[in-house]
Every structure is written in structure tokens, then in C-alpha cells.
């Protein structure tokens, strides 16, 4: 039996003449909780759907727990809060989970499905009636009503405020430390940064990153080095090793490190330190980077790390 929750291989979809998902590939072990971090169109919904079984790829395979997502589903392992569900009107939350919970053969007790979703104080509201953020928690609380091992959330902050973010994930990190497995999508860094162990960075259909966060701030070569220097011959600075460009501004000069240590080594021995500063790059910094379609994005496709 596969030890992979999720297996995707050579995954491929078109529509019409959009190649939203293009060869993709990405091996999930048990127990990770990965961000999908894409631009809009890179591919994640698409993805997803095909991980759910929604959306029948043109060519590759996609495996739940090492079979069908169908079975997974039915079987009660995974548990998917889509972009944007319709509801069903006219019934409570409690009516709706309790009817959900009903299909599964192991599904949570009601109150603790409603306290990890934190729809206690909703539980006799009328789902029709709820706010975007009520409601969008009512689809959490759908996806972890059978109690799955593998959660999939496809943007599931994408209509709540800060607060309600803040609380949602704490409810998905509570869900994950039980060692289930997550894979969630999203737009913003932070999230990716700060939620998940690892980040797989999606774009034009294809696996450009896949790493932690600090995997990937380095395989985007964006450390920055500054120094003071005299004068505008920027010539020796990019000699040094590890320096892909540099950039003079008001005395200081600008570099750009694929290896800072061997650029501040260098510049030690040429006795260059002035003002010496070292900064990482943010992930906002490598995100663009990967996704810019720039020259330097070919050479990271489907980087490993
Ligand atoms: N049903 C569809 N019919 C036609 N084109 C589609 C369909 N679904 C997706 N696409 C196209 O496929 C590409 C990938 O879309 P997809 O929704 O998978 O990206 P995404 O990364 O989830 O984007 P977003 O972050 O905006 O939701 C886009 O160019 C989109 O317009």
C-alpha cells in the first residue's frame, strides 16, 4: 500500500487552448501540511478537482492513499472544503451536519465537529442565513464531519477577515497535530509561510518550487548583500562569487546572492567591509521571482529541494 496520501503524476488538463495543469508532479507523505502558493491561473483549483476527483485529467494519474480519489472519498479519508460550495437552504447547520455525518462510517460526534469549526453558536441557524465567513465555516466543518485524514481546502480564507483567518487556522493546525495530512491553496504568502511545513509553488500549470519556506526564499537566489563602496566601478562586485547583479544607489551597492557567504567571504578578503548588511529575501520577493516568467524561472521548473 502507497505510504503517499496524495500522488500526483504527469497530471495534465486542458480547456480548449488553456493548458491549466501541464505534466504536473507532487508526492505528499502522510502527515505535511503543504501550501499550494500560486498566482490566479497557475493551475491550484484545477489541480484540486483533480485530486477530488472533479475534474478528469486529460492525461496522468492522480492517487488518494494509492487509489481513486472516489474511494478515498467514500471511505470517509478525505475531507474537501471547496472555493465556493453551494449550500443547501432552508436547514440548520446541525440538520445539515448531522444529515452529512449520516453517510460516513466514522464520522466526528456533532459537537466536536461544530466546536473545531466553531459553529456552536450557530448550530440551530438556518445555513441560508449565515454570513460569508459563517458560512464558509460550515464547509470546514463538512470537510472534517468524517473525521478524514487528508483535508484538501482550496482558498479557504479567501473570504474572511483577519480575525476570522487567525481563528481559522488555528482550527486547521489543531486538525493537522493529530498527524492528518493538509494540503490547502492559496494566494497569500504569509499563510503558506506561517501554516504549512512545506510550500509547492504552482505556476502556468506546472511545479516551479517545492520546498519550506526558507527552501524556497533560497532557490529564488535572493539574499541581499549592501555595502558602502567608493566610487561607481561596480565591475569587481560582480566577480565576487554567488553574485548574480548588482546595483549601486546612493554610495551603496546593491547585490543579489545565489551564495552570501561566499560573497561576504570574498569581500572580506578584499578587504571591502563597509557597512556590511545581510538580508534574506522575504518570500514575497522569491514568490515573484518564480512566478514572474522571467529568464530565471525555466531553470527552477520543477525544482526539488
Ligand atoms: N472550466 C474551465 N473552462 C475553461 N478554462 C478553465 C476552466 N477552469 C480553469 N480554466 C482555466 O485554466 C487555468 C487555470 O485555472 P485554475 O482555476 O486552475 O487556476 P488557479 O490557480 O486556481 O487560479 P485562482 O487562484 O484564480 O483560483 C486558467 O487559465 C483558467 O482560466
Redesign the pocket.
Given at each position: 500500500m502507497s505510504s503517499e496520501a496524495v500522488s500526483l503524476t504527469e497530471l495534465t488538463?486542458t480547456?480548449?487552448t488553456?493548458?491549466?495543469?501541464h505534466g504536473l508532479n507532487l508526492d505528499i507523505p502522510s502527515g505535511q501540511t503543504v501550501a499550494l502558493l500560486?498566482?490566479?491561473?497557475?493551475?491550484?483549483?484545477?489541480?484540486?478537482?483533480m485530486m477530488l476527483g472533479l475534474?478528469e485529467p486529460d492525461s496522468g494519474r492522480a492517487a488518494i492513499f494509492g487509489g481513486p480519489a472516489e474511494q478515498a472519498l467514500r471511505d470517509g479519508r478525505m475531507g474537501a472544503m471547496p472555493?465556493e460550495g453551494g449550500l443547501p437552504s432552508r436547514v440548520t447547520v446541525q440538520e445539515l451536519l448531522r444529515f452529512v455525518a449520516g453517510t460516513y462510517r466514522a464520522p466526528l460526534p456533532l459537537e466536536d465537529v461544530l466546536a473545531a469549526a466553531r459553529l456552536t453558536g450557530e448550530a440551530g441557524r438556518r445555513v441560508d442565513r449565515l454570513s460569508g465567513g459563517q458560512a464558509q465555516r460550515v464547509r470546514f466543518a463538512l470537510a472534517l464531519v468524517g473525521d478524514p485524514d487528508l483535508l484538501i481546502l482550496?482558498?479557504p480564507t479567501a473570504a474572511l477577515d483577519v480575525e476570522a483567518r487567525r481563528r481559522f487556522w488555528e482550527g486547521m493546525r489543531r486538525f493537522a497535530a493529530r498527524g492528518k495530512t493538509v494540503l490547502f491553496?492559496t494566494?497569500y504568502l504569509e499563510e503558506a509561510d506561517e501554516h504549512a511545513d512545506r510550500i509547492v509553488v504552482?505556476d502556468r500549470?506546472r511545479v516551479v518550487a517545492d520546498g519550506t519556506s526558507r527552501e524556497i526564499k533560497r532557490v529564488a537566489a535572493l539574499t541581499t548583500v549592501s555595502l558602502t563602496v567608493s566610487g561607481d566601478s561596480t565591475t569587481w562586485l560582480r566577480e565576487l562569487p554567488g553574485v548574480t547583479s548588482v546595483e549601486l544607489r546612493g554610495g551603496r551597492a546593491h547585490l543579489r546572492c545565489t551564495d552570501s557567504d561566499a560573497t561576504v567571504a570574498a569581500i572580506a578578503a578584499a578587504g571591502a567591509i563597509r557597512d556590511l548588511e545581510v538580508a534574506p529575501a522575504d518570500l514575497e520577493d522569491a514568490f515573484v521571482a518564480l512566478t514572474a516568467g522571467s529568464a530565471a524561472t525555466p531553470a527552477l521548473e520543477g525544482t526539488s529541494l
Open positions: 488538463k480547456y480548449g488553456v493548458r491549466a495543469v500560486g498566482p490566479n491561473g497557475a493551475g491550484k483549483s484545477t489541480t484540486i478537482g475534474v472555493q482550496d482558498e491553496s494566494h504552482v500549470g
